[in-house]
Structures are given as C-alpha cells and as structure tokens.
C-alpha cells in the first residue's frame, strides 16, 4: 500500500511485535522501516500459545496476521478437548490411574504454535524494502530545527525517521536509552529458570499416554512445574519445564546458559513419573533459560515525546499466562489505529498519539507482568494464600484468565482513538 501519511516510523526490533505493528501500520498507510539486528528475521524459543484476546487483536492488525496463525495452529488433538486450555496434574505425587485435577477451557482452547514458523508466515505479509538487518542500535539524536530523528546503528550506519518504536524485546535498548539508570532499564531474574524441548509425538506417547502427550497438560508440584501442548499440526510436543531457584542468575547479560538433560532430572528428581519420563526425552545438551521481568520495576510511562515501547520492551513479563505475545499484539492493534487516525499529521500528533497509547495501556500490561508472577507461584504451590489447595489454584487460574481474555479488543482501539481525538479536538473522547 502506498504511504498516506506524511511522516516514517523505525521499528526497532522484528519479532513477534515488531512485525504485527509493522504490517499493521503498513496496510493502513503509514510509512514504516523495522531496523532487526539479526541477519534475518528469527524468533528464539519453540513454542508459543495464543489467548482469545490475543486472536482478536491479530484480525484487528491485519486479516492475514490472523490466517497465518490459522495456517499453522495447532490444538489439543482429541476433539473432546478442543476448548481445553489446559488439564492441571498433580505431577508430584504418583497416582494410579489419575485423570486430573482440574481443567480450564475457553473459546479457544489450546492454540499453539512454532514461534519461528509463525514469523516466517508474518514475513510474507511485509515488503522487503521495509526492513533493514545487521542493524543494532547505537543510539539517536533529535533535530532540533524538524524534530526527526537520526538513528545510529553500531555497524557505523544511519536512518531518519519522525517517530521511533522500540519493540526490541525484554532486553530492550530502546528502554535503556530512554530510562537510563532507572531501574526498569534492565529486566530483574524472577528466581525461576526453565528448561525447554520438543519430543515427537510418538515418543511422547510411550513416555505418558496418548491423552497427555495429544492434549494440553500442566504438571503441578512443590517449586517446579511443566507443561506440554502439541505444535506441528501434532507431530511435536513442546516440553518446557519451569524451577524455582534461591540463587541469583549467574550472568545477568544473558538469558541462557548451558545445560544437560541430568541437571534437569537432578531438579525434578522426586517428581511422579509423567514429569521425569518427559524429561528423559530432553536432549542430553540443552538450554537452561532464566526468566526475567519487569515487575520489580515497572516501566513509568510507555511514551516519552516522538519514542514508544511496544510488547515486551515495555512490559516484559513471566511465561506464565501464556499471554505475553498476545498483549504484544494487542499494543499493535492500538498504536496502528492511533498512528493512522487521520487527525494525526506532524511531529506533535504524533507525540499525543504516543501518550494516548501509554495511557490506555500502560495499566493492562503492567497489571500482566504482576499477575503472571503470581499464577506462576500457584503452579508450584507457593502462591500466597493460595498454597497446595487445588480449589484456590484453579479460583485464581480462573479469575486472572478472564481478565485476559474477556476483553472487548475492537472496543478498546475505538476507546483509544476516542481519547485521541477529544485531545486533538475531534469531535468524539474524552481526556484520560
């Protein structure tokens, strides 16, 4: 689609987030370069679900942002289990012939997919020349006579553009940039790190059962939990393996380190036998991946000026409610229509379009990152008030769910470009 608008927007960053706002912005006429440091488009990881909340706001980004996810989708393969979230186990203490705890369903179900094959869908939704690679960021320096931006990348390269989006993940240097020695410039070790594999789906099979390795399953138990869900249209399942540790990580400028098959068996050693079985599925070397978040020191505003935070540079959160990539796009569907409203025309509008965005959904985001921590504790029994009583696990799992999924996605774009126009004198909105 030709431009519309008279201004550019860089995208630093080309994930998950990155990409949904850049095809978003695109079709919708706004000029818009991402800026990937890597040579190519790549997602880390394996696995990756998606909420209802989180297709509502693909559809809303694009109609083919939400077909690709369609194209490569996969759910639980029992049709009896096709609105299961998850079933919960006890997977601590052996029982014969146990079923399950307890299970959550939603409109959806279990809708997984591989992280790096969702990416290479999104790919084909963007033309090639609106995105550069090799391009780490260095830093920026605003005109002062046009208000645009010089963008500096550490290969000695530049770019100009009036408005910059930081969708570089937990990691961000764009937060870093912009907060500088406030606290939530860097992202702060949860105490929980997880293990992370794929097992063909016969293997998994022979190792517990043909329910569990086909469906959605959390394994719960005393500092430690895991869970599996099919993707490859069934022929894999994704294993991760969360553990609770007392000790700092050791490297806090990276998200992984090595290790082996035995050290994950070492710490799910008094574990029933689902737990162990899968492990023993792991490779013999593999990652150890720590987890990291913002909620120690939230983010104070989403937006400063003409630069924004979008996805996981704004609220880095725990895996636990498998809704982290969803409000990533979520933030993509309310920036793209604020940035295309047509009452957003010069530097200013864009600034007032950035500060809309950061107070619609700043609350929701850093609400996430809290409430993630928390259902993560309830997996493992230490959640307060909460502790090993299943009826209060599955209260909890219940009540956070529906506040991420139960939300009304095209209502909260128009309410946020509502807001917009009451500030920029439309006719409609009122002032938050």
């Known amino acids: 689609m030709a431009p519309k608008k008279g201004f550019e927007v860089a995208i630093i960053g080309g994930g998950i987030a990155g990409l949904t706002l850049a095809i978003a912005l695109h079709h919708r006429g706004v000029k818009v370069v991402i800026y990937e440091q890597a040579a190519h488009f790549a997602e880390i990881g394996a ?14 980004c694009h109609p083919e942002v939400h077909a690709a996810f369609e194209k490569i989708r996969t759910g639980n393969l029992w049709p009896s289990k096709k609105n299961v979230w998850f079933d919960y186990h006890d997977g601590y203490h052996a029982k014969k012939h146990e079923t399950f705890a307890f299970s959550i369903t939603s409109s959806l179900g279990q809708a997984g997919v591989h992280r790096a ?8 939704l963007l033309p090639g020349e609106c995105a550069r690679f090799g391009k ?41 940039l912009l907060y500088g020695d406030h606290p939530c410039s ?6 929980k790190y997880a293990y992370r594999a794929l097992a063909t789906m016969d293997d998994a099979i022979k190792a517990v059962g043909e329910e569990k390795a ?23 399942l994704n294993i991760v393996a969360f553990h609770t540790t007392q000790s700092d990580w050791p490297d806090y400028n990276k998200l992984t380190r090595p290790a082996t098959r035995e050290d994950a068996l070492r710490d799910f050693a008094n574990y029933g036998p689902d737990v162990t079985n899968l492990l023993k599925l792991c490779q013999p070397s593999l990652d150890v991946w720590a987890i990291f978040h913002l909620g120690d020191h939230p983010v ?12 996981d540079a704004a609220h880095a959160t725990s895996p636990h409610h498998g809704a982290g990539a969803g409000f990533c796009i979520e933030d993509s569907a309310v920036l793209s229509d604020l940035l295309a409203d047509e009452r957003v025309r010069t530097q200013s509008d864009i600034e007032t379009a950035f500060a809309v965005y950061d107070s619609v959904r700043r609350e929701r985001g850093n609400w996430l990152v809290q409430s993630s921590q ?52 439309g006719d409609e909105g009122a002032r938050l």
């Open 47 to 60: 696995g990756v679900s998606f909420t209802p909340n989180a297709v509502a706001a693909m559809q809303h």
């Open 117 to 124: 094959r969702y990416l290479d869908e999104l790919v084909k």
């Open 136 to 176: 780490r960021l260095e830093g920026w320096e605003r005109n002062a006579r046009t208000g645009r931006w010089r963008v500096r990348f550490e290969d000695g390269s530049e770019a100009t553009a009036d408005a910059i989006i930081g969708c570089d993940g937990i990691k961000s240097k764009v937060r870093q």
């Open 186 to 191: 860097h992202p702060t070790f949860t105490h």
């Open 214 to 236: 086909k469906n959605s399953c959390m394994h719960m138990g005393p500092g430690g939990h895991m869970l599996t869900f099919p993707v490859n249209h069934g022929q894999t």
């Open 300 to 311: 104070p505003e989403y937006a400063k000026g003409s630069i924004c935070l979008v996805g």
């Open 374 to 425: 928390h259902i993560g504790n309830c997996y493992e029994w230490i959640g307060e008030g909460v502790g090993e009583d299943f009826g209060r696990v599955e209260r909890e799992i219940r009540t956070r769910n529906g506040v991420i999924a139960d939300v009304d996605v095209e209502g909260m774009c128009r309410e946020a470009v509502g807001v917009l126009r009451g500030r920029l004198g």
